[in-house]
């Protein structure tokens, strides 16, 4: 059954809720937790429709959720999401999905409906994907936690997910507080998390000059003095907005999944979706390789800036959510786009895989990125443990 908008759900978060939960297998370590799942995922008897009303291929059975049901954990419905989850708002073709606490702002996306069953308390974790920033726009904008794997993490399957760009798509949790996500981990891997201490690490901080508010830019410079009573060094870093790799890319790929719904004369696509599928579909050969050789470039740059640091602090989000049907927002440098002024923040971990967590700072609604090094996904997740826990 579908969750209509009403009080039962005025957030509209759920995209399916069955009568029962699947229930997960007795005596796993992850028995006793519930979880939401992001209508990406496939998921044996449940519909899929990646809140759109246009046709999208199936993807079959998610391995993700099935690994995390024979460890125990329940599943006990589907989430919306930002249509096809090509967006960070939250936009869709079922209403659209608001704030947990504010019924004028948006929840971020596209991971909206399972940041909003997080922080609303109603399942333990939800499982989203994170393409541009869609674990961690949500996860800072709705005051929770959230966790981008390392690209291709061999316990974090994409198989099973519809996908937006295979270059870029990843899978993740999001939670109330790190220890769970924390756990999950150790479930999936068999490897303990342990605490990291701060002392000694190498941080570099990439706050760019005039890309967030003034209150973001604070919450950031306060969380990065937290990490130096801590024992830790942080050191100003560089970096480039990387849009320009990372949107055609995207597009591109985005385009060539829903290809067939695009031959269709009105596939059921929000205006905002069907305009960058097609912008997506006029890119050519030459552009989108172009994109990839920038994307190689940048990569060698963060390879780089990790040969110095043991991990990169950055905002989350540049201001805190916005008004629904906002589209553009006032940053330091000037108004600029929402859509721009958020992935550069977000996009460049994503657009080359590094393992990254959103934390909630102590500005309502603000979070802050923690980057590791590819594979390094247990030392971050320690690190972050120590600041959870405040040693």
């Not at 990387?242 to 929000?270: C, R, W």
Request: glycine share 12%.
């Amino acid at each position: 059954m579908s969750i209509p908008p009403d009080s039962l759900d005025p957030q509209r978060a759920w995209a399916y809720r069955p009568a029962q939960a699947l229930a997960g297998a007795p005596g796993g370590p992850l028995l006793g937790l519930t979880f939401s799942v992001k209508d990406l995922f496939g998921v044996s008897g449940w519909p899929l429709t990646a809140s759109t009303r246009a046709p999208v291929p199936g993807p079959g059975e998610s391995v993700l959720v099935r690994r995390l049901l024979g460890l125990g954990a329940s599943a006990v419905g589907k989430t919306h999401l930002h249509e096809i989850a090509l967006g960070i708002t939250g936009m869709n073709g079922y209403g659209s999905t608001t704030h947990p606490h504010d019924p004028d702002r948006v929840p971020g996306g596209s991971s909206s409906g399972a940041a909003v069953s997080v922080a609303l308390n109603q399942v333990d974790f939800a499982l989203g994907t994170d393409t541009g920033g869609s674990i961690r726009v949500p996860a800072a904008w709705c005051g929770v936690y959230g966790y981008k794997p390392t690209k291709g993490h061999p316990d974090w399957s994409t198989e099973g997910v519809l996908p937006l760009s295979w270059t870029c798509d990843h899978t993740g949790p999001l939670a109330r507080d790190l220890q769970t996500i924390a756990r999950i981990q150790t479930a999936l891997t068999g490897r303990q998390i342990e605490p990291q201490d701060w002392n000694g690490v190498r941080v570099g901080l990439w706050l760019p000059e005039g890309w967030t508010d003034d209150g973001v830019r604070e919450a950031t410079l306060a969380f990065a003095a937290d990490l130096e009573r801590r024992g830790a060094t942080v050191t100003p870093v560089h970096l480039p907005e990387m849009l320009d790799a990372y949107s055609p890319i995207v597009l591109s790929e985005a385009a060539t999944i829903h290809a067939e719904a695009l031959k269709l004369d009105n596939p059921g696509f929000q205006p905002f979706t069907l305009d960058a599928l097609r912008r997506g579909t006029a890119l050519g050969v030459d552009e989108v390789q172009a994109a990839f050789d920038r994307r190689a470039d940048y990569a060698w740059l963060l390879n780089g800036l990790f040969t110095a640091f043991d991990v990169l602090l950055a905002p989350a989000v540049p201001t805190p959510p916005p008004l629904i049907g906002q589209d553009e927002v006032e940053v330091g440098e000037g108004v600029l786009p929402l859509r721009r002024a958020v992935l550069r923040l977000t996009a460049p971990f994503s657009l080359l895989g590094a393992p990254t967590v959103s934390l909630p700072t102590s500005t309502p609604y603000v979070g802050v990125q923690l980057v590791g090094r590819h594979g390094e996904d247990d030392r971050l997740l320690g690190l972050g443990l120590a600041w959870e826990d405040g040693a």
